[in-house]
């Protein structure tokens, strides 16, 4: 379903978003690299809430069990297996959270709307039990520290634990994964993911399995939110049950609504607007959360779109503004 | 074995509990289709307010009585200037408005008592234990089953005998239809809200000096009176009557058999319902 003009404008997107990324960093304090590299982890994370959310309009209460669950197995197997490199840790971790997300997912099948809500809410309860419970594995309240293992590349050798060079592989690798989120949003199975939301009954008319739909989409969301986990421990080189607690499936609520669930940038805006929020109220009061609080339900009533749609509507009156006087000048 | 009883006793004490909060919570859901997660920040809340009256006033009777009424206005309030606001946008803003309020409520609740636990002393004969057929039971215990019991006596009795009831279960089976027949149903809502808010709150001050009053409280019964609810069958007050039973008993014996086990029982028995009845037990297939 993929066209010509989305692909050239798919390529724009990237480019420009690269070229940002790669220049960003260049010249700023380490503490604000560390920051960046923050946003594109969560940025990740509430694409892939928002693909649940927005595209398929399946509220989830529940999506930090699937960050969780990437964050800790990244944290396990780099302390249980010697010798294991970045990439094969982080290959295990998505791989446990796909067959995490199959196996809610197929119990979570058959609900939508506010029961979907409320079991995703239950389950995530169950994988924080979990995590608190099993003592020896996950290390309970303590957490679980990790050494980084540094990139081999052949030609040439990563040091991971440089703030800078982790940000490179950050955006490099969640970067090109959020591009995909974009190119899947516009191909075939995204688009029905769209229609189901729309209208389902007509959709099972036509033929397709809408469940099955549903599933695969749960499945993959489980997967990105799995592989923004595990980089974000990777980040820390620290786990903590924060990852996997329902704080966490909060923060990526409060991040999407207030991005806008309308459009694909929306969750990104809100990964960044939240962060950088976050940092700067947190220097001037403990009391942020409540602001954020606020700021949530002020958005939720007076600006439902979220940022995004206000930023189109501005944008859309600019152009109609243009329109207007062009059409004018037309006449004359 | 004289384990058995008292933890059948304890089974019970947190059935009632659990009983007052999602009992609330499924007439909200089966009438206004709202699942309102604030509900056990609510409970919380109740908790707080008992714990700052009893602090001034010493008297827990007094709480007992001005925090659910307390709790009704707040509840209404939500109601009237929060849900009813974003009710044309659908179910998920619903939803998510009442996530939002149960997150201030969590955040002030850390702001203005503290992040971290309170013991609320009772004091009185409250405080004491009772020879039950030669076993010692804390009084309190019973005083919190009595009254689970006494409130929800109360609550079949309005529902069923009186013309709110049915007035109230007419609008859970069909809202529309009764706001056609002339009846105020956002009227009722308001008072079906907020009258859930003040059970809540009522739960909440019986809870608070048994179980501790901390700001994860509210998260953390949430999530019990959710399984209830899915159990029970969304919307049914008998189901959430039974599912309460069935929680609180499990997790009062979960607790005794195996201590390592006893949080992943209730929701393996959530599974195991959803698998075999997704609409839950006493729930109406969708």
Known sequence: MINQR???QFLGWGIFVLIVGVVLPLGVRQYQVALLTEIIIF?????????????????SFGHAMFFGVGAYTVAIVLNHISGLSFFGAVMISVMVTTVAGFAVGSLLLRHKGVPF??????????????????????????GLSIRLPDINLGFAHLKTGDITVFYYITLLIIGSVILFCWYFTRTAMGQTVLLVRENEERMKFVGYNTNVSRLILFVFTGFLAGLAGSFYTLHYQFTSISAISIDMSTIVVLMVIIGGTGSFIGPILGACVYIYLQDFLSDITDRWPFIMGLIFIFMILYVPRGLSGLIDSFGERLRGRWHLRSSVEMEE | MS???????????????????????????????VLNLAHAAFYMLGAYFSYSLLNATGNFWLSLIVCPLLLFFIGAAVERFLLRRVHVYGHVQELLITFGVAYIITESVKWIWGNYPLGVNLGGFLSGSVNLFGLFYPIYRLFMFFCA?????????????????????????????????????????????????????????????????????????????FVVIVIGGMGSLVGALVASLMIGELQSFGALLFPKLSLALMYMLMAAVLIIKPSGLFGEEQ
């Open chain 1, 6 to 8: 989305s692909f050239a």
């Open chain 1, 43 to 59: 940025a990740l994370f509430a694409v892939s809430y928002n693909l649940l959310l927005g595209y398929a309009g399946l509220l």
């Open chain 1, 117 to 142: 809500a409320l079991l995703t809410l239950a389950f995530n309860a169950l994988f924080y039990a979990i995590a608190t419970k099993w003592h020896s594995i996950t290390g309970g309240d303590d």
């Open chain 2, 3 to 33: 384990d058995i009883p008292v933890f059948f006793l304890h089974g019970l004490v947190y059935a009632g509990l659990l009983f007052l909060i999602s009992s609330g919570l499924t007439l909200v859901f089966g009438m206004m289709n």
């Open chain 2, 149 to 225: 019991i006494l409130i929800s006596l109360i609550m079949a009795t309005v529902l069923y005998k009186t013309r709110i009831g049915i007035i109230v279960r007419a609008s859970v089976d069909d809202s529309e239809m009764v706001n056609t027949l002339g009846i105020n149903v956002p009227l009722v809502f308001t008072g079906v809200f907020g009258f859930g808010a003040a059970l809540s709150g009522f739960a909440g001050v019986i809870a608070g000096p048994l179980l501790t009053t901390y700001p994860g409280m509210a998260a953390e019964i949430l999530v019990d009176a």
